[in-house]
Nanobody, 122 residues
Framework: QVQLVESGGGSVQAGGSLRLSCTAS????????MAWFRQAPGKERERVAS????????DYADSVQGRFTVSQDNAKNSLYLQMNNLKPEDTAMYYC???????????????WGQGTQVTVSS
């Protein structure tokens, strides 16, 4: 069983930066895709970014393209999300998720972390 633990959330002003971390433990060999999702109050959970280990491919939501960078450290079983030029609309609970293949649909992911809160004030 794989466990995911996120950290690094916090409160920043617009234009600031945060770096989120997600550390995986357990049997991770079958999880080639790790992704970041976020969910704001009253809104659906949306994919922010993903990383596919076999090809080192990354993919981003249009709303964060150019501001967020996802990276993975396989030796540490960790996924990171560097968030720059944060905007108030980035405020949400951020979750790490893992599965065999990448998907934008949060319903197909069965492995999730507990989430870390990001709050951006104007």
């Amino acid at each position: 069983q794989v466990q995911l633990v996120e950290s690094g959330g916090g409160s920043v002003q617009a234009g600031g930066s945060l770096r989120l971390s997600c550390t995986a433990s357990g049997s991770t060999s079958s999880f080639d895709c790790m992704a970041w999702f976020r969910q704001a109050p009253g809104k659906e959970r949306e994919r922010v970014a993903s990383h596919y280990t076999p090809t080192d491919d990354t993919d981003y939501a249009d709303s964060v393209q150019g501001r967020f960078t996802v990276s993975q450290d396989n030796a540490k079983n960790s996924l990171y999300l560097q968030m720059n030029n944060l905007k108030p609309e980035d405020t949400a609970m951020y979750y790490c998720a893992a599965r065999r293949w990448c998907s934008n649909n949060p319903r197909v992911y069965s492995t999730w972390g507990q989430g870390t809160q990001v709050t951006v004030s104007s």
